[in-house]
């Protein structure tokens, strides 16, 4: 039993109960509080007299991040598996994240290490919200992927850095104090060609400007190369995890439930999953009408000429104002938290043809829906 | 009679009488000029001696986004929904805008609060404008559909903030008063991951050179993620609304009117709408061609070797140089303001595929025409 | 026969004569040069001794560029069009830029006008070389068709312009000599956001440099988005361009003369036109097979085991890799200048699906080329 | 024999013998040390006591370097070619880079020549990497393809570069040190246009500032063109290089050999080619399964329900998952290097519509592992 509190609470499902959202924004905080006043810490005198409260409050920060570490230790533990969940745990990367959060914090402080061990390991706990954030994982799947042309990418610059450099360096060596040297040059060529232009180095002859525009121009094109490379990478897996995610969540849904594996997968690149709050209004009477939506899990109200009804997950709407190209005939609003699947109207066509039996049901459901609310209003 | 006169006042169609086009200007020009007073009057003694004739101008902008305001509220108690129509409108966000943009500083001036607030509520007046530009809409569709890899790329760059000034202010902190502690290392590495480079900061020993190097290269992919995945979003959202905006205006052309809904959506991603002032020539005699139109609203005349003739709204031209790949046949010039849908050579076929009736039609049409041509020119 | 001879002195066709290209390249070099020297004469004193040739090669430029409008004149007169051409051409954008390019100046001298009026119209003579380069109405294109996303996205810039000076004046201004005023702020505010980071003016106390940091991460996306709207713009104006060429070269070859336009539209979107050098060598036998071509004008020659031929415009050649998957049976080279087009092995089945026929012909070629090669080689 | 045991050491392909590997990291990491201590010899005094030990070493680099070009020169002449070999090598752009990788740097030093000619030459050594890096050659072949369009955006550049400066010129000149003359103009306009900023050079007047502000702007998405459009074409050259090289490994599959060479092309463009070491896992059994796999050189080990067995090259896997929409039915791991092509979800259906055989053949496959697996449990 105390299990299964315990996995609920680490639970990161969006229908699970309400402690578990309270228990993971009570650690972001935390950690952030913790980070924050890590960094604040190295500014002298910054707290002031308040200078005991912050440090109290540092501690109990600490010990928040601690006992999470426990607690999922102990709820891996109670798991079925034992001693192997807890190794497993341990040296997960986000058991090593939450470990680092706070083990070497404490010992040095237990040994009386210098403040600056402190200071680094406070600034490591901020990868424990890594666990609250796909980002990571996401980029390190894109630099996976994307090694060969970012080092493609790398060489060019390297040859560019090195090759602009050098002749600067010809050029204007006994004029310019910030070009003695090549790696002098090198520091004036990479802020060049990152665009960044501090300004500490400049060159100071006429050809050395002449020369120096034409870096600032290469820079321009070539920098941008690895920009747009990790950019488009990480669109595409973004796009491709988002597919597995729809993927999956269709395959539950009853509606689809006949349909074959090959099939599912054209629905999934049409289909995009959005989540809905307690009382959002998804679409209005008399709206213009772009999708359609297929109820994945929690409920919403339909209020329209055929009165008001509930639909539950596994249900559609919105279908009749694509089917008969019209304004939106009914004002739909979510009961409770929900997810949807999104069809756009764009997609509406080349859904239907590929699954014509689906067409079938939802012309049937329409047709039905439509009738009802006609007997209604005469 | 005065509701429908205020209605037509206030119109953003295209087609509205010439009234409502220069009422927009009015407001819009009173707007930037109230605003750019606000902001010049912070520059002290800016206006020499004009400055009483500034002040009076700018009472008399405010009384104009005044009077805006009270017109729009007597337009919506004027329309059959009254009190509702009055609410509505106070509280929609361009309501909110064009109360905020008058009443605060008349409330200021009345109360002799201090000149800061005349300032500040000045600038706000700004948003008025929102109401002409559908790009803050956009803007907040995109914010909103986005979010979630906008905040996976902001945990990323809060990492390579935190991380990066760590490092320098290790590196530094001895010896560089601008990185005497991590926040004050955090500016650095903000200014330098953005691209910007202030130069007020800059690393001073040699290892700290090199590690700006690094921050300033990672900078350039790490930063190029949120600027990509707004850029895409916002094209994205932009072909979106022209979608919706083309579907409708499709339905509307009685040409396209025997056609079912999926088969509009179809069309619709093809066709893009354009809008022709009067006088302008779309296409000359002779001319490669590269498209043909569907003329939604206004009116074309066509000059030709089959005579001069008028093309009203659901009519369509541009078809032959197509169909018979040859170049244009006739000189079409607008005859009045005009909306047309375009049709790309590129995606012709593909449109007349989807839609063989349509075809015909269009081949039927032509073929009508060059006979005509023939019997004239014989 | 002068008319004649002035019409392919200023044709631009590739396959014109060999004057025509000099005269090009001659009228190049002197706009270059003349505009040059107005650029370099604002330096007091850089030609020193050299002043009077320089004076003298300036003269001389003028001349061939006042020469090169009167060429123009001329050969507009003697078209069959006389006055209306005359006047058609000193009208229009590029007659407008060659008079410019050297009236005013010349104008200038013998009224003896300052020294400053010389230099500005100098500086305008570089417009003539928009004749050469299709980019500046390509450019034109792209505005007029993305003016809207431009528009909004320049009102959303306008607003952070706006709100962000407004915040850091409040913040900055007692303290701060570049924020004293709104105006003053606006200037590091767009300094800012456009990344540009002169470090004139910077942010000084610590809330200020809080918010500066994220007006410089702001910046980063908002102003991303005329880049990439403009980018995007170029680049689908740029692929429109080269379509409608294309469409036009296929529609000469003989080749494809029994297709309908319809299909014709199709192909073109799957080739690409490349310009091939005399001499240059397309594929070497042994090599992998990537593409086939269309020859549209010019010569190649073909080595391999069936012997050496030459191949005619309407020709095609390359076929025998694609269709058998094995690595280049043969060697290509241009005997003359050559225009192609190029059928990616990506899109080789594409454009057999849709012209059956076409397949058929390339079959039947392939198959009397190998069994060429095989009597040759037994 | 010592011609293949010359041709195997300095293989490239992934599957040589190890010996071809540490040749190729060992000659890289030599001319890596090579520039690296011919940069930093530029910085006087640098390696202080240990000069004498960086000379000696720098010798031992050249040797290595040179000693690697006699090695090709020599597996050149042992080839069936000969002379004609060794010239081709010699000759090519790789050969000339080896050459001048050590040549003139030796006859410096045995010449006397000043020692600016030893780090001139030092630098260029850093081409010999070329070799071990497609990205010259991928940036050659964009250069090529694109400098129609790059050279439009130059020319839009340089109209306003000449414009800018020249407006700001005429501003500023008689208050601005650092707008003298146009050229000096020019300067700050490039500076701002390519987003430098350095500072050194500011407009200095409110009306300078304003039009700076919109230069600054401007520069935006003028400058961003050249960047889109390199980027842009070297992402396309990349893809284009992988198709060709998936399509000749698709080609060698004999799962695929009965297909037509049009149908290869089709595959080819739905497959990517990875590459794995030794001993990683490729799927664990219970992972939601995203794609299938086809083995195209090595061996791998499958763990599932049916026992364990190993597939070879020419065997595929991960196809249960796809077919029945479920989790990973086993753990499959590389027992050697291994070439895989991956066939994503969102392709399957797609790839099996293009070619029912092998989707039989994969069908079939899998029948018959999933009844021996019951087999085994029952």
Redesign the interface.
């Known amino acids: 039993m105390v299990a299964q509190w315990l996995e609920t609470l680490l639970s990161r499902d969006p229908l699970a109960p309400r402690r578990a959202k309270f228990y993971r924004w009570f650690i972001m905080l935390a950690v952030v509080a913790f980070?924050g006043e890590?960094?604040?810490d190295?500014?002298?005198g910054i707290f002031g007299a308040w200078e005991s409260v912050v440090i109290l409050a540092d501690r109990l920060f600490l010990t928040v991040v601690a006992v999470d570490f426990f607690v999922r230790l102990t709820a891996a533990w109670l798991s079925s598996a034992r001693w192997q969940a807890v190794v497993g745990y341990v040296f997960s990367p986000f058991g090593l994240f939450d470990l680092i959060a706070f083990a070497p914090v404490a010992l040095s402080d237990l040994l009386g290490w210098p403040h600056?061990v402190d200071?680094?390991f406070g600034?490591l706990a901020?990868?424990k919200?890594?666990r609250y954030?796909?980002?990571?994982e996401?980029?390190g799947a894109v630099l996976l992927s994307e090694w060969r042309?970012l080092?493609?990418?790398m060489?060019?610059?390297?040859?560019l850095v090195?090759?602009t450099s050098?002749v600067l360096?010809?050029v204007e060596r006994d004029l310019n104090p910030g070009m003695?040297?090549?790696?002098?040059a090198?520091?004036w060529s990479?802020?060049?060609l990152?665009?960044?232009?501090?300004?500490?180095v400049?060159p100071l002859s006429?050809l050395g400007?002449v020369l120096g525009?034409f870096v600032?121009?290469l820079?321009?094109?070539?920098?941008?190369?690895?920009?747009?490379?990790?950019?488009?990478g990480?669109?595409e897996e973004?796009r491709?995890r988002n597919?597995?995610n729809t993927?999956?969540l269709v395959?539950k849904v009853p509606f689809f439930a006949k349909l074959q594996?090959?099939?599912?997968?054209?629905l999934?690149?049409l289909l995009k999953m959005q989540r809905i709050i307690s009382g959002e209004v998804l679409m209005r009477e008399g709206d213009?009408a772009?999708c359609m939506y297929f109820l994945i899990s929690g409920q919403v109200q339909v209020s329209g000429p055929a009165g008001t009804f509930v639909l539950k997950a596994g249900d559609f709407f919105g279908e009749i104002a694509?089917?008969?190209?019209c304004q939106r005939t009914a004002t739909v609003s979510a009961l409770t938290r929900c997810q949807v699947l999104v069809l756009?109207?764009?997609d509406?066509?080349q859904f239907?043809d590929k699954s014509p039996e689906i067409l079938a049901t939802i012309r049937a459901t329409a047709q039905a829906r439509l009738s009802q609310g006609e007997e209604q209003t005469s």
């Not at 954030?133 to 990571?136: F, G, V």
């Open positions: 980070t890590t960094v604040l190295t500014v002298p600056d200071t680094a600034i901020f990868l919200l890594a954030s796909p980002a990571l996401t980029l042309p080092l493609s990418a060489f060019i610059m390297a040859l090195l090759f050098t360096y010809f003695i040297s090549i790696p002098h090198m520091w990479v802020v060049t990152a665009t960044l232009g501090y300004g500490d400049v006429a400007k525009a600032g121009v820079g321009l094109g070539m920098f941008a190369l690895p920009a747009s490379i990790l950019a488009s990480f669109t973004m491709r597919f597995v993927w999956h395959a594996a090959a099939q599912i997968a054209q999934a690149a213009d772009d694509l089917l008969q190209h756009d109207a764009r509406f066509q239907t």
